[in-house]
């Protein structure tokens, strides 16, 4: 057997001793869960999207606000200090990766997307700072030599590390189904992370669309007893 059908015989196996995700749990977890009985959460959600939202407004406006007003020079203090903490920071990154990778931690995933991140921040800062300067060609050559294809191998392994999770969490169909149907990258890419939701208990109540998907949810069930259940 190749991986991806040991991979598909795992979680079928699995499903057969799991009880439905489309069925109300026999232990009564459902009626625990925070987000199916406290209706905080649903006025914290609405209040995560009107900041959200605000801040687009006010960031685009103080973006204008910038690229008008700012000089093309200025003189910094602490340049040192700035560079040198930054590079600390960078540093503690790197070795909490690595303890991480050692430890086989999920929060590795977080951790290579903080220090890839950082990396672009440093070769972008270095660049836009050394420009018309003796060492402008240094940053720029570190930059691509460096910094961004380091930064591209933390994206894609916290990528990586990110789909075999989700891949690990979900049932055979729905991983199946996360891909374009005939791709013949399918069995290996894994499921697609953009058409993949959050997976959770009580997940789908914390988020923008989650009464219509409980509502749907419902009414599968309806259809699923028949006409006559009640």
């Known amino acids: 057997m190749s ?8 979680r079928l196996l699995t499903e057969f001793g799991e009880p439905s995700l489309a069925e109300p749990r026999p232990d009564g977890r459902d009626l625990a869960d925070p987000y199916l009985r406290d209706p905080r959460l649903g006025k914290e959600r609405r209040l995560v999207l009107l900041i959200s939202a605000a801040c687009c407004v006010i960031l685009a406006g103080w973006i204008v606000v910038l690229a008008a007003t700012l000089p093309h020079h200025f003189n910094t203090h602490h340049w040192r200090a700035l560079w040198v903490i930054f590079d600390v920071i960078l540093l503690a990154a790197f070795a909490a ?23 672009c921040c440093d070769a972008w800062f270095d660049v836009g700072t050394s420009l018309a300067t003796k060492g402008m060609w240094i940053s720029i050559a570190s930059a691509i030599f460096a910094e961004l294809p380091l930064a591209f191998l933390a994206f894609v392994g916290a990528r990586r590390l990110l789909k075999a999770t989700v891949e690990a969490g979900l049932p055979a169909p729905a991983v199946a189904g996360a891909q374009p149907a005939g791709s013949w990258w399918a069995a290996e890419a894994g499921p697609s992370l953009r058409r993949t939701p959050l997976a959770g208990a009580g997940l789908e109540e914390a988020f923008p669309g989650g009464r219509a998907l409980e509502r749907a949810d419902r009414a599968r069930r309806t259809v699923s007893r028949g006409p006559g259940a009640q």
């Open 3 to 10: 991986p991806a059908e040991r991979r598909q015989l795992a």
């Open 97 to 119: 990766t690595a303890w991480a990778t050692w430890r086989k931690r999920q929060i590795l995933i977080l951790l290579l997307m903080l220090t890839g991140a950082m990396l």
